[in-house]
């Protein structure tokens, strides 16, 4: 008989896998691959029909199974269901009911955004980390305290910007997003900044500049100059800057950060309607 392991020797291996790199559990239980796989193959039941799809369905079901939605049918629905929303709560239900996106089945929840919708400023990162994906709010982790002090520092917090990611979803183990993860959900951040309508938008680092901008630059090229997202038949003007996550492991280049951080307050305040 197994003897259950002792805590010291759980929480050695548990240390093990985090440093490896393992940050997600998918199962309750432990599987042996190895074994399984040497197994002869389950052979279907006869009768009746239902017993049939039992033994069809995997021995060892995943939490939850990927949705098979083709890339551009899931897109094209995206799409439709974006559309569809006319406010932003709206926006947030039909993308909660979306599985055409397979990082929702690894993900915690939907990461829709936070700040205020009427503030004037959106900024848009990439994906949401492990600290977004447990809270369901964006850049509320390191990068996100860093991100607060580069609004600070220019006399703004989240009452002035609404923010969201170009991707709603935590890929696993913070992996960047596939061009066609990030394809499928494109309608809905477009959405999204066409319901908040804001008067300046801020591209936080390289995947959400070139995916919002529809560039290849680079951001290291694109950074601190003005360029225009069109969303909805109207140009907004766009500021792509580096993402805080790159400066907490780069801190020489704040000073690029900071008079990119500069022009947006002055267009920001020079952009608000008079009273
Ligand atoms: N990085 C991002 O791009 N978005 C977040 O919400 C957090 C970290």
């Given at each position: 008989m197994q003897r259950p392991m002792d805590k010291a020797a759980a929480e050695a291996i548990l240390r093990w896998q985090v440093d490896a790199g393992v940050d997600l559990a998918i199962d309750d239980a432990?599987?042996?691959r190895f074994a399984e796989s040497k197994e002869p193959p389950r052979r279907p039941a006869a009768s009746p029909p239902d017993r049939q799809a039992q033994a069809q369905a995997p021995a060892h079901p995943a939490r939850r199974v990927a949705s098979p939605t083709p890339p551009?049918?899931?897109?094209?629905?995206?799409r439709l269901l974006a559309a569809s929303a006319p406010t932003l709560e709206e926006l947030r239900a039909v993308m909660e009911s979306f599985e055409g996106c397979s990082l929702k089945a690894t993900a915690t929840q939907l990461v829709f955004a936070d700040g205020n919708p009427r503030g004037g400023l959106m900024l848009v990162g990439e994906a949401p980390g492990a600290d977004e994906?447990?809270?369901?709010k964006p850049f509320v982790g390191r990068a996100g305290r860093l991100l607060d002090k580069m609004?600070?520092?220019?006399g703004l917090d989240r009452s002035h910007a609404y923010i969201a990611n170009v991707v709603p979803w935590r890929p696993p183990g913070n992996r960047t997003p596939t061009l066609q993860e990030t394809a499928i959900c494109l309608p809905f951040i477009h959405r999204?900044?066409?319901l908040a309508a804001p008067r300046i938008l801020v591209t936080l680092g390289n995947p959400s500049t070139q995916t919002l901008l529809n560039t290849k630059v680079g951001i290291m090229k694109m950074r601190g100059r003005w360029a225009s997202?069109?969303?909805?038949?109207?140009?907004?003007?766009?500021?792509?800057?580096l993402h805080p996550a790159y400066l907490l492991?780069?801190?020489?280049?704040?000073?690029l950060a900071w008079r990119d951080l500069q022009a947006i307050g002055k267009a920001f305040r020079e952009s608000a309607p008079t009273s």
């Open positions: 432990p599987h042996d551009k049918d899931a897109t094209e629905s995206a994906d447990r809270q369901g609004l600070a520092a220019i999204q900044i066409e997202c069109m969303i909805g038949g109207r140009a907004i003007p766009t500021m792509p800057t492991r780069t801190p020489t280049q704040k000073k």
